[in-house]
């Protein structure tokens, strides 16, 4: 081969060679363009907003009704007689229970725990969060075995609702009733209930 047709077909080569560069450099500009423009086409348009105040009707107001007196009228005459009433006695002053403590008694009341557990109700900010507690109460458990009064000392873990679901499970409770001596007596008795997921 002589030395122009080496030079011939190093000049075609390097002319195909530029050309093919080109068309890349080409195409990559024209495909970077393109995704430039898909995204800004994505971009959502922010459009403006105006508050406006919506006046509402205000209802009409209400018909002028004329009082009326619609209780009975109270008797005209008075009668007297010579029989007094009752005085009026407050519930809670008619039986003062006399309640021993726990260490006074002889005998320790028995309560029903199958009807105690089923009227438990299990918190239900306490088990949306899988949390367990135990509620230590005292009871006022009378002479019948009626608990008339009860009262939290502690609850673990405080402000879960198991302190106010324990009061609740013993409402209507009765039991066997304490013995001091052979007899039936008024106790404060100290009980604790566990709540336990399942």
Do not use: C, W
Not at 4 to 20: D, H, Q
Not at 59 to 83: G, H, K, L, R, W
Not at 142 to 155: F, M, S, T
Not at 164 to 171: G, L, P, S
């Amino acid at each position: 081969m002589t030395n122009t047709g080496y030079f011939n077909a190093a000049r075609v080569r390097l002319i195909s060679f530029a050309a093919v560069a080109v068309v890349h450099i080409i195409l990559l500009l024209l495909v970077a363009f393109r995704v430039e423009i898909a995204a800004k086409n994505e971009e959502p348009v922010a459009g403006v907003m105006k508050l406006v105040d919506v006046q509402e009707e205000l209802p009409p107001p209400p018909p002028d009704i004329p009082y009326t007196n619609t209780q009975e009228s109270i008797a005209e005459t008075m009668i007297e007689t010579e029989v007094e009433p009752p005085p009026f006695i407050a519930y809670a002053q008619t039986e003062q229970i006399q309640y021993l403590r726990q260490h006074e008694i002889s005998i320790l009341p028995v309560l029903p725990e199958d009807e105690i557990i089923r009227a438990m109700i299990y918190p239900p900010i306490a088990q949306r969060s899988n949390i367990e507690g135990t509620v230590y109460l005292e009871l006022f458990i009378d002479r019948q075995g009626n608990v008339r009064d009860v009262r939290i000392l502690r609850e673990t873990p405080p402000d879960r609702g198991f302190g106010e679901a324990a009061v609740n499970a013993f409402r209507g409770i009765k039991g066997k009733p304490a013995q001091a001596n052979g007899a039936s007596v008024a106790v404060r008795y100290r009980y604790n209930l566990r709540f336990e997921l399942k």
